[in-house]
Every structure is written in structure tokens, then in C-alpha cells.
T-cell receptor, first 118, second 110 residues
């Protein structure tokens, strides 16, 4: 199957700093990328959907100015957590969907990024 | 908005027993996907169901999509320790939006 990478895998930062997480589709072009947040032993909570070249669509309750999403190319999307606080500590997972061919609707997930804000 | 409910939340079985998780959507779906997340890992795609009443099998796993395209189930026959993990369903609408269920965490006692 298609591969999605995520970087960094783990980050610890001080409260008030910003953290950027990268999501890359390695062997296919992702027309759509999704950003999820997962709390321990909980399901995936969709934060936003991003399409290449356009503004991200945020889910209700997700602050656009706090979680900045950029989908600059068909293989890269970034999530920046601005002015991070301890309550932002979580596991952030991206997924990518090609939108074409036999894998049109399948989401391929990255390995996730564990963010800890001190 | 669209809601996807999944039951049970947890299931503990003895190795060799069967296991079933159920997924119910508040709205009609265009398709439904199932994912498995191993402890410490990320979700991995298992299968997608598109047609009303569709049944698909993968070895010991049987997936069903309801006639009304609002519910689905995953059944594992004769569980093995390698089946442990959390199984998520994801309901997709024609608008391309995916909503994940809360998952069913399966533990298997050898």
C-alpha cells in the first residue's frame, strides 16, 4: 500500500512555543490530507481537511488560528500548533487520500506525532 | 452532524473464540471503511464496503454492510493473539467526509 510519513515522531516543547508537524505522501499524490487528534484509548478526532492549493476546512470547535494547516503541494501538508499549551499535548495523526485510481477513497495514515507541551 | 457509533467499546475473548464489532451511522453512507490500530501504532486500512448488503471476507475476517447503508459489522472467527488491537469503522458520505467510530478494543487471552 501507499506510504505516508510524518515528522517528527515525537516532540517535547515549552508552553508558548510553536511546533510544526509535516505529513508527506511518499509514493502517491494526495489530493486531500486529513489531520486527526487522538487522545489515549480514544478514537480519532478529525481536526481539519486540507486540499492542495486551497484553505483547510476545519471541524467545529477547532481553532483555525491555533492549528495552522498548509497543503502546499500534492505530497506535503503541515500542521503548526501555535503558542502550544499543555492541553495541546496529544497524538496527532495525518492521513492522505489520492482521490484517483483503485485507491480513490482509501486513507493512508502516517505513524503519528506525539506532542508533549511542558 | 453525522454520527458514527461503534459497540462494544471493549471486548475480551479467549483465544479461539469469535469476536464481532458493530458500527451504526446516523446518516446513509456512500461507503464504509474498517481500520485496525495495534497498540502503539497507527490505523491501518483493512477494507472498504460500498454496495448495499455487501459481504467481504479476508481469511478469518468477515465484513458486512447493511442494506440501508447505515450499519456495518466486522466478525473475526477463532481469534488469535495477533488480532489484538482497536478496530475502527469510518463512515464516508458523498461529500467525501469521513467520521470515525470510537473503536472497539479487542484483547485476546491465550
Amino acid at each position: 500500500g501507499a506510504v505516508v510519513s510524518q515528522h517528527p515522531s515525537r516532540v517535547i516543547c515549552k508552553s508558548g512555543t510553536s511546533v510544526k508537524i509535516e505529513c508527506r505522501s511518499l509514493d502517491f499524490q494526495a489530493t486531500t490530507m486529513f489531520w486527526y487528534r487522538q487522545f489515549p484509548k480514544k478514537s480519532l478526532m478529525l481536526m481539519a481537511t486540507s486540499n492542495e492549493g486551497s484553505k483547510a476546512t476545519y471541524e467545529q470547535g477547532v481553532e483555525k488560528d491555533k492549528f495552522l494547516i498548509n497543503h502546499a503541494s500534492l505530497t506535503l501538508s503541515t500542521l503548526t500548533v501555535t503558542s502550544a499549551h499543555p492541553e495541546d499535548s496529544s497524538f496527532y495523526i495525518c492521513s492522505a487520500r489520492s482521490g484517483q485510481g483503485p485507491l480513490v477513497n482509501e486513507q493512508f495514515f502516517g505513524p503519528g506525532t506525539r506532542l508533549t507541551v511542558l | 452532524g453525522q454520527q458514527v457509533m461503534q459497540i462494544p467499546q471493549y471486548q475480551h475473548v479467549q483465544e479461539g473464540e469469535d469476536f464481532t464489532t458493530y458500527c451504526n451511522s446516523s446518516t446513509t453512507l456512500s461507503n464504509i471503511q474498517w481500520y485496525k490500530q495495534r497498540p502503539g501504532g497507527h490505523p491501518v486500512f483493512l477494507i472498504q464496503l460500498v454496495k448495499s448488503g455487501e459481504v467481504k471476507k479476508q481469511k478469518r475476517l468477515t465484513f458486512q454492510f447493511g442494506e440501508a447503508k447505515k450499519n456495518s459489522s466486522l466478525h473475526i472467527t477463532a481469534t488469535q493473539t495477533t488480532d489484538v488491537g482497536t478496530y475502527f469503522c469510518a463512515g464516508n458520505t458523498n461529500a467525501g467526509k469521513s467520521t470515525f467510530g470510537d473503536g472497539t478494543t479487542l484483547t485476546v487471552k491465550p
